[in-house]
């Protein structure tokens, strides 16, 4: 039976995004998410847009840069697990100076396709970016994980039950990371209306996180690298985030079913908020507020 592969790979791509590896990306993704643009007048149906956008292309990067690790170690290029460490270290450089930038004003804006607007963006290549960045930084813990549900099953069943599992798996990992991105997105949208004259304390805040996360990650690889993984242990800071990130595998890992529907639900209303055309609205259809049309009606007369 194939039903069982299955749901265990979708419980454990569910799980694959807040591995003790990979953690410290979480926020530092969610971060650099809220310094991806958005304004106090964006509407719900623009924040739903850059969130499934952002969402989807950092899913994406997920699905390439595990499916290709995995590719290559099961063609016998094992070698290829001794340079994630130091990849993953790279990846603590990157984000510690994109926070430092964040911090010095540098603003990150999302060009969405189509979407009608002007000037410079940052479009797919660059959050891709940062996605292959959050998927090297949680190879480490999620590997082995992966290798054994995907790789053995097409070892046991085929080829074609072998993508089918990847697919499974992939699909945990793109629904959390959708999910996740929605919520802040819309609440980074009520943030901004909070903060409405201070729209650059988002990207302060913003930056503040992401070094934070950056530092963590150079310290976690640089000592496991020069003393070994068992000197982490001694840390405080390293207990607190394997205590959280523990805390969220098990909420998250014991209760797949609950999170596959829950996600699955919000990920749909979000598109179907995000893209639907309501008759007789302007704009792109936020339906957050009621705008008075201006239209002639009859003789000369104005319909409110």
């Given at each position: 039976?194939?039903?069982?592969?299955?749901?265990?790979?979708?419980?454990?791509?569910?799980?694959?995004?807040?591995?003790?590896?990979?953690?410290?990306?979480?926020?530092?993704?969610?971060g650099y998410f809220v310094g991806t643009g958005g304004d106090a007048a964006e509407s719900r149906a623009g924040a739903l847009r850059r969130s499934l956008y952002v969402g989807g292309v950092v899913s994406a990067a997920f699905l390439t840069v595990f499916g290709?690790?995995?590719?290559?170690?099961?063609?016998?290029?094992?070698?290829?697990?001794?340079?994630?460490?130091?990849?993953?270290l790279v990846v603590g450089v990157l984000v510690l100076a994109l926070g430092i930038a964040l911090l010095a004003g540098f603003e990150l804006t999302v060009r969405l396709p189509k979407a009608g607007r002007r000037g410079r963006g940052r479009g797919p290549a660059s959050i891709f970016a940062f996605g292959v960045s959050y998927a090297v930084a949680s190879l480490s813990c999620t590997l082995p994980v992966f290798l054994s549900v995907v790789a053995l099953q097409t070892q046991r069943s085929g080829f074609v039950s072998g993508?089918?599992?990847?697919?499974?798996?992939?699909?945990g990992m793109s629904m959390l990371l959708l999910g996740v991105t929605v919520a802040v997105g819309l609440g980074h949208r009520r943030i901004i209306g909070a903060l409405r004259r201070s729209g650059r304390l988002i990207n302060r805040i913003a930056g503040v996180i992401l070094i934070a996360a950056g530092a963590y990650i150079l310290w976690?690889?640089?000592t496991s690298l020069s003393s070994g993984p068992a000197a982490l242990g001694a840390s405080g800071a390293f207990r607190f985030v394997e205590t959280l990130s523990q805390g969220a595998f098990r909420i998250i890992g014991e209760h797949p079913l609950a999170w596959g529907i829950g996600l699955g639900i919000v990920i749909f209303a979000a598109i179907y908020a995000a893209f639907r055309r309501r008759s007789g609205e302007g704009?792109?259809?936020?339906?957050?507020?009621?705008?008075?049309s201006t239209t002639p009606v009859g003789g000369g007369q104005y319909r409110a």
């Amino acid at each position: 039976m194939i039903e069982a592969p299955l749901a265990l790979a979708f419980s454990a791509g569910l799980v694959a995004t807040v591995n003790p590896c990979g953690f410290a990306m979480l926020p530092a993704y969610l971060g650099y998410f809220v310094g991806t643009g958005g304004d106090a007048a964006e509407s719900r149906a623009g924040a739903l847009r850059r969130s499934l956008y952002v969402g989807g292309v950092v899913s994406a990067a997920f699905l390439t840069v595990f499916g290709l690790t995995g590719a290559l170690i099961t063609a016998g290029l094992q070698s290829v697990t001794n340079f994630i460490p130091w990849m993953a270290l790279v990846v603590g450089v990157l984000v510690l100076a994109l926070g430092i930038a964040l911090l010095a004003g540098f603003e990150l804006t999302v060009r969405l396709p189509k979407a009608g607007r002007r000037g410079r963006g940052r479009g797919p290549a660059s959050i891709f970016a940062f996605g292959v960045s959050y998927a090297v930084a949680s190879l480490s813990c999620t590997l082995p994980v992966f290798l054994s549900v995907v790789a053995l099953q097409t070892q046991r069943s085929g080829f074609v039950s072998g993508i089918a599992t990847f697919l499974a798996y992939g699909a945990g990992m793109s629904m959390l990371l959708l999910g996740v991105t929605v919520a802040v997105g819309l609440g980074h949208r009520r943030i901004i209306g909070a903060l409405r004259r201070s729209g650059r304390l988002i990207n302060r805040i913003a930056g503040v996180i992401l070094i934070a996360a950056g530092a963590y990650i150079l310290w976690f690889w640089g000592t496991s690298l020069s003393s070994g993984p068992a000197a982490l242990g001694a840390s405080g800071a390293f207990r607190f985030v394997e205590t959280l990130s523990q805390g969220a595998f098990r909420i998250i890992g014991e209760h797949p079913l609950a999170w596959g529907i829950g996600l699955g639900i919000v990920i749909f209303a979000a598109i179907y908020a995000a893209f639907r055309r309501r008759s007789g609205e302007g704009g792109d259809g936020g339906g957050d507020s009621v705008e008075r049309s201006t239209t002639p009606v009859g003789g000369g007369q104005y319909r409110a």
